[in-house]
C-alpha cells in the first residue's frame, strides 16, 4: 500500500478491552433502517456526473459473538431493470483493532469486493483498499460520520492518482425504522 494509506496500527502499549478495542464500533447500525442513497449511475467511470437517486431498505445484524456484523440492502422503487440486493460482511480482528469490509450484490452473482480496512477513531469510520476500477488502479475508501441517535451518513469514493484526490461516487443518510436496542444482545 501507499503511504496514503498507511494501516492503522495497534496501540501496543494498552490491554485490548473488548468494551472499548473497537468491536462495538459498528453497534450503532444494528436494527431496521431506511436509507435514502444518492449514486454515479456508472461509480467506475471518473469522468462521471450523472447521479441517481433512490431508497433503500436495510438491515444489520451482530454474528459471532460480536466479532462481526452482516447488512442487507435492498433498494426500493427501482424499475425492473435496475433493481439489484446488497450485503455486506464486516469483521473485526481484536488483535489489530482493525475491521474489514466485503460487499457483494446480485448485479456481481459468485462475487465478493476486495475487502476495505480501518477503524472508527473521532467518531469518523475510514476503511480503505487498493483495487482495480474500470480497468484502473485505484484507492476505494468507505466512510462513516454524522452519526447520531437514529441516523447514519455513509460515502464512497474512489481515487485514481494515490489519494491525492477523491471523488466521491456514492452516498447514503440512514433513518432507523425500528428500535434496535430490544434485538440486539
Same mark, same amino acid.
Given at each position: 500500500m501507499t503511504d496514503t494509506l498507511a494501516e492503522p496500527q495497534a496501540d501496543s502499549g494498552s #490491554?485490548?478491552?473488548p468494551g472499548t478495542d473497537g468491536r462495538h464500533d459498528f453497534d450503532f447500525a444494528f436494527g431496521r433502517w431506511r436509507n435514502k442513497l444518492r449514486k454515479l449511475v456508472d461509480t467506475t467511470d471518473p469522468e462521471?456526473?450523472?447521479w441517481v437517486e433512490f431508497e433503500v431498505v436495510g438491515e444489520m445484524r451482530p454474528i459471532l459473538g460480536g466479532l462481526g456484523n452482516f447488512d442487507t440492502f435492498v433498494p426500493v422503487g427501482l424499475p425492473e431493470e435496475d433493481?439489484?440486493? !446488497?450485503?455486506?460482511l464486516r469483521l473485526f480482528d481484536p488483535a489489530t483493532r482493525l475491521w474489514r469490509i466485503w460487499w457483494m450484490s446480485s448485479r456481481?452473482? !459468485?462475487g465478493i469486493d476486495v475487502p476495505v480496512e480501518g477503524r472508527f477513531e473521532n467518531g469518523? !469510520? #475510514?476503511f480503505f483498499c487498493e483495487e482495480e476500477i474500470g480497468g484502473r488502479p485505484a484507492i476505494v475508501r468507505y466512510e462513516w460520520f454524522d452519526l447520531a441517535p437514529g441516523s447514519t451518513r455513509f460515502e464512497q469514493a474512489f481515487s485514481f492518482d494515490g489519494g491525492e484526490t477523491w471523488a466521491v461516487n456514492w452516498?447514503?443518510?440512514g433513518t432507523?425504522?425500528?428500535?434496535a436496542s430490544a434485538d440486539v444482545a
Open positions: #490491554q485490548t478491552d462521471c456526473t450523472e433493481r439489484f440486493e !446488497g450485503a455486506t456481481h452473482p !459468485g469518523r !469510520g #475510514q452516498i447514503t443518510t432507523r425504522e425500528d428500535d
